[in-house]
């Protein structure tokens, strides 16, 4: 790529440059390159904090996907928050602009979280003195050469969670610590929005996310109708259908095959992701696969029935709450992982979603409520 090879014969007049610029060696503006979606943006939350509590007259800079702007304008470790979509550096143009972007910034360490080449040439083509990132456990030859621009790299290991791994990377700058609670925040209207639209519901609210962003780890409309089905045959309750306005058409999918509609609440597009975290917080139980909700989810310590499908469960997974596990042991699974995603299955049946009991599902929610109830 013609930007890499620039960015190697260039290499030390750009460091002579960022020598005589940084004469000062305290990180007073950092920048730290989030630019995933919801559930890798909670999962990385733990970063802020604790990039503040060991800096805490830093100025941090957040730059992210315009999808998680709630979640990060709400946040409040995060002094100023930066919106790039993965259109808006594309080409050697997109390069360039995000690299003067950068540059215009000023900073003084940068941390990439997402470890791509856009992203190594930015910070390098933006003079920050101090350059960090993640070297993946699966990486190609393009990545490789230009992590050599890093000041330094801390190694994703197979079997390792990657919310460990960040923070070993945050060791490389003096912050040690091993807390990788996630946090996230609701807008300041939220509880309001959600007492008004649950108009004095008192029974157990069980939650279930409806769609997800990688159709790969989708449950059924059938599965989520049968699971609700039978919870209500057996449990005074109310079921709520999350998700996005784009899965209304979904949830109304699955309600045609519910036979208790009254008893469900179709919630799809009624929250804005700085309102959600109100509602989740509202549940005994939420049901999910591995999406942005579950993560949420985690973070407010409600017990979840987790389905994780494809993924590689030993590099991701919800810890922060009662976790009921329900999965197969498949030859083929896992195929998805942090750093290789998988959008598609390569056997065309999605056997490790479609071979789900909904008996274990059922199972994983009764024993919530009735914890529930108990307490």
Known sequence: ????????????????????????????????????????????????????????????TVMVNPVVKELAENNPYIDEVVFFSPKDYKGFLGKIKLA???????????????????????????????????????????????????????????GQLVVETYLKLLGKIGIQSNNLFKEVYKTSDADKKVTEVLQGITKPL???????????????????????????QEKDCYFVLVGSSQDKHKAQEVLKLV???EKVLDLTGRFSLGELPALLERFS??????????????????????????IDIS????????IFWVRENLSC?????????????????RTCVKLIDPE?????VKKFLETSKEN
């Open 1 to 60: 790529m013609l930007y890499l090879l620039l960015s190697y014969l260039f290499y030390p007049l750009i460091q002579f440059i960022i020598s005589l610029k940084n004469r000062n060696k305290e990180f007073r503006k950092i920048l730290v390159i989030q630019a995933a979606k919801i559930g890798d943006f909670i999962c990385t939350t733990h970063v802020f904090r604790e990039i503040k509590k060991t800096y805490p007259e830093s100025r941090l």
């Open 100 to 158: 003067n972007h950068i540059r215009k910034g000023e900073y003084d360490l940068g941390i990439a979280l997402n470890p791509n080449v856009p992203f190594t040439i930015g910070l390098l083509w933006g003079l920050v003195p101090t350059r960090i990132s993640i070297l993946p456990n699966f990486c190609g030859l393009t990545f490789r050469l230009a992590s050599k621009f890093y000041t330094y790299l801390e190694t994703h290991v197979s």
């Open 206 to 232: 069980v939650g279930i996310a409806v769609s997800s962003g990688n159709k790969l780890k989708e449950l059924e409309n059938e599965k989520i109708a049968e699971v609700i089905n039978k919870i209500l």
């Open 259 to 261: 036979k208790n509609k």
């Open 285 to 310: 139980v939420f049901i999910g696969v591995d999406t942005g909700i579950t993560y949420m989810a985690d973070a407010l310590k409600i017990p979840i029935v987790y389905i994780p499908g494809p």
């Open 315 to 322: 590099e991701q997974h919800p810890t922060e709450s009662r």
């Open 333 to 349: 699974a896992p195929c998805s992982f942090v750093f290789k995603t998988v959008s598609f299955c390569k056997n065309n049946i």
């Open 360 to 364: 274990k599902i059922v199972a994983g």
